[in-house]
T-cell receptor, first 112, second 114 residues
Framework: GENVEQHPSTLSVQEGDSAVIKCTYS??????FPWYKQELGKRPQLIID?????GEKKDQRIAVTLNKTAKHFSLHITETQPEDSAVYFC???????????FGTGTRLLVSP | KAGVTQTPRYLIKTRGQQVTLSCSPI?????VSWYQQTPGQGLQFLFE???????NKGNFPGRFSGRQFSNSRSEMNVSTLELGDSALYLC?????????????FGQGTRLTVV
């Protein structure tokens, strides 16, 4: 079945640095790739997503890139701030369905 | 616009009991999916419903079941609870189509089995 691998599991950066989280998916039929941020005790919140017909998408300090050939997609956060500290999950989904297959999560810690 | 609402927020049950969790999607959304979140297994897909039909089911035992009503509200039921069923159960609501739209999560129901 579909599998999504996510790295690293933890990431510590200084405020103002950039952070990159990488995911690899196995199902070539996946065509939608969202990223969720989950703060402690809260629900996962969608922060950015990308569809398979797009190679890159940016929203202020957050960007996502997709390499369909390699089945890789990555989250880039620039100018990190302490409030970016959270667990980030990548996910993949096939067209026509809502089932999301999640990566194992990356705990991002941004130190002031 | 109200978000996804899950009730109850917290539950404590004893092994062998059964439990029913409820999810009210965003108004106008017709798709509801359920996930189990545990520290060890992460976010695991349980079921997916669209217009009262289960369209997909994850790799969970038959003790886990669900349904969706005509108003798109959904329930999931876990029978014969086991200690390992302790988890945060999240539901996600998606737009008017059967797929291809963003999923928004509720706050979850924290189930503790003792």
């Amino acid at each position: 079945g579909e599998n999504v691998e996510q790295h690293p599991s933890t990431l510590s950066v200084q405020e103002g640095d950039s952070a990159v989280i990488k995911c690899t998916y196995s199902d070539s039929a996946s065509n939608y790739f969202p990223w969720y941020k989950q703060e402690l005790g809260k629900r996962p919140q969608l922060i950015i997503d990308i569809r398979s017909n797009v190679g890159e998408k940016k929203d202020q300090r957050i960007a996502v890139t997709l390499n369909k050939t390699a089945k890789h997609f990555s989250l880039h956060i620039t100018e990190t701030q302490p409030e970016d500290s959270a667990v980030y999950f990548c996910a993949a989904r096939r067209g026509g369905f809502q089932k999301l297959v999640f990566g194992t999560g990356t705990r991002l810690l941004v130190s002031p | 616009k109200a978000g996804v609402t899950q009730t109850p927020r917290y539950l404590i049950k004893t092994r062998g009991q059964q439990v029913t969790l409820s999810c009210s999607p965003i108004s106008g959304h017709r798709s509801v999916s359920w996930y189990q979140q545990t520290p060890g297994q992460g976010l695991q897909f349980l079921f997916e419903y669209f217009s009262e039909t289960q369209r997909n089911k994850g790799n969970f035992p038959g003790r886990f079941s669900g349904r969706q009503f005509s108003n798109s509200r959904s329930e999931m039921n876990v029978s014969t609870l086991e200690l390992g069923d302790s988890a945060l159960y999240l539901c996600a609501s998606s737009g008017k189509g059967a797929g291809d739209t963003e999923a928004f999560f509720g706050q979850g129901t924290r189930l503790t089995v003792v």
